[in-house]
């Protein structure tokens, strides 16, 4: 053997070695992305989607998984349920919890701290995406997939009991008060119309016509329900109130837009984001569309809910947004880091509520009418959070 061949042979054996050396340490550090670290579940986005660079962290490499999101992250910060939930809402008298779980479909109720569960109904939906509750907590209106197809029904708890709505309508929403009444959107062949209908889904009637294909119903207040496009910054969204036996108005413009009236009828909060998709700060407006109050808050109003008192908003607001939002938060290409403040719609000023942690990605919130809790979803693994407030 010449030299040449044993320093060839040598600098082979020392490759090797290195690389084994590497891809050892790498296991053990977690560096590998295609294990279990790495996998991700978004509650409205199931699929979720590839890492982007809009702004936000890349899901898999700030996903902790539920176990360690099971310890109390902070003052007043604690997760209830630990299993993924869809739909959670309080009981009427506010001293339970209800909630879908995502594994089976079952309807579930438990304590404020997520003791004491119990299993309330034999109905179960796989495939669940999206659930309403109505004013009186007695109905449901459950949205999942079948084959390929989005379908919807009303349940009534007490007897589990079913009506399906028609298949092609969007964002069925209950009313705001004792009558559970309906309203929804559906296509026709020169727009949309918003349909109203009875607590069964039953005797609709068209309330408005519009050439505009896809706008959403929201029915934050009895008299007045709120179509808005949907949310992106590639295009300005479009915002009309439509007062119930009234005259619709058309209200608001903008990238982004979102728009949640309170249940007094009030005042709108309004956000928006800049041709970047950048967030840009939360107003408050007046049913004119004037502005009544500004804030320095940028956060997205599907992060938000108004407190008992309906004067003041609570909000999950981002840490880390970047550009491209909403769009890519919705596709589940980023997730965000939150803190949550109460801003006050009279004044626009801002009070935090000392929890700001790097794994709550927070939708899906609500309050109780005491303001002694806020509830929400964690986006990451859809689990159930309880935030204790006024402390």
Not at 357 to 373: C, E, G, M, P, R
Request: hydrophobic share 40%.
């Amino acid at each position: 053997m010449t030299r040449t061949t044993k320093i060839i042979l040598a600098i082979g054996v020392l490759v090797v070695v290195a690389a084994v050396a590497i891809g050892v340490a790498l296991y053990f550090s977690g560096g590998a992305s295609d294990g279990p670290s790495a996998r991700r579940t978004f509650l409205f986005f199931p699929g979720g989607g590839d890492a982007g660079t809009g702004g936000g962290t890349d899901s898999s490499a700030a996903d902790t998984g539920s176990d360690s999101a099971a310890t109390p992250a902070g003052a007043g910060l604690l997760q209830i349920i630990k299993e993924p939930v869809i739909g959670p809402a309080l009981t009427k008298d506010e001293s339970k919890i209800l909630y879908y779980k995502r594994a089976g479909g079952n309807l579930f109720r438990a304590g404020l701290d997520g003791q004491g569960e119990e299993n309330i109904s034999n109905l179960t939906v796989v495939g669940i995406i999206d659930v309403e509750w109505s004013y009186d907590r007695e109905r449901t209106i459950v949205s999942y997939i079948e084959d390929g197809a989005l379908k919807r029904f009303i349940q009534t708890v007490a007897t589990a009991t079913t009506a399906f709505l028609p298949q092609n309508i969007s964002a069925p929403q209950f009313s705001p008060d004792a009558t559970n009444r309906i309203a929804y959107t559906e296509r026709t062949s020169s727009g949309s119309r918003l349909v109203v209908a009875d607590s069964r889904g039953k005797n609709p009637k068209t309330v408005y016509s519009n050439q505009v294909p896809d706008f959403r119903a929201s029915w934050d207040e009895p008299s007045t329900i709120t179509l808005v496009t949907p949310p992106t910054y590639a295009v300005r969204s479009l915002s009309v109130l439509v007062p119930i036996g009234k005259n619709p108005l058309s209200f608001v413009s903008a990238a982004g837009l979102g728009v949640l009236l309170n249940i007094k009828g009030t005042v709108f909060a309004v956000s928006a984001v800049d041709k970047n998709g950048r967030i840009m700060p939360l107003r408050f407006a007046n049913r004119k569309g004037e502005t009544v109050a500004q804030t320095n808050v940028a956060a997205l109003l599907e992060k938000c809910v108004w407190d008992g008192a309906e004067e003041s908003l609570y909000c999950a607001v981002p840490t880390n947004a970047g550009a491209a939002l909403p769009d890519d938060w919705h596709k589940g290409k980023i997730q965000f880091s939150d803190r949550f403040v109460k801003i006050d719609s009279r004044t626009g000023n801002t009070l935090g509520l000392g929890a700001d942690v790097s794994f709550i990605d927070a939708i899906d919130l609500f309050a109780d009418t005491k303001n002694q809790y806020l509830f929400f979803v964690n986006k990451i693994d859809s689990t159930l959070w309880r935030l204790e407030l006024e402390r």
